[in-house]
């Protein structure tokens, strides 16, 4: 996938709040079932679903079937292209904070 294809998907994926709080919920466990998921989400089951088919084309979660359970992990390496693209912006973030010091010290010795 071309790289700024990968960040559009990631950033899609993670922009709805409904599927970012999912996101969360995969990523602070080992392993959760949609079953879970639903549980106390105010989602219904066909909606997390339809979100988890979302992060999972994103590459942001990894499926494992076990009987007629379905457990969901979060997939780090998925955020990859998000982070190689602020690590991009944080150079130049650091750049200008370096030239702020600079200034601040030559106005304030």
């Known amino acids: 996938m071309h790289e ?4 559009d998907v990631v950033m899609r994926a993670l922009a709805d709040p409904t599927r970012r709080a999912v996101f969360e919920r995969i990523s602070s466990a080992d392993e959760i079932s949609v079953i879970e998921l639903t549980r106390g989400s105010g989602v219904t089951q066909g909606a997390v679903s339809q979100h988890l088919k979302t992060l999972k084309q994103a590459g942001l979660v990894a499926e494992r079937p076990e009987g007629r359970n379905v457990y969901y992990r979060a997939q780090p390496e998925g955020l990859a292209p998000l982070v190689d693209w602020m690590n991009h912006y944080g150079v130049f973030w650091r750049k200008r904070f370096a030239n702020l010091r600079v200034l601040l010290k030559e106005i304030d010795p």
């Open 4 to 7: 700024a294809a990968a960040i």
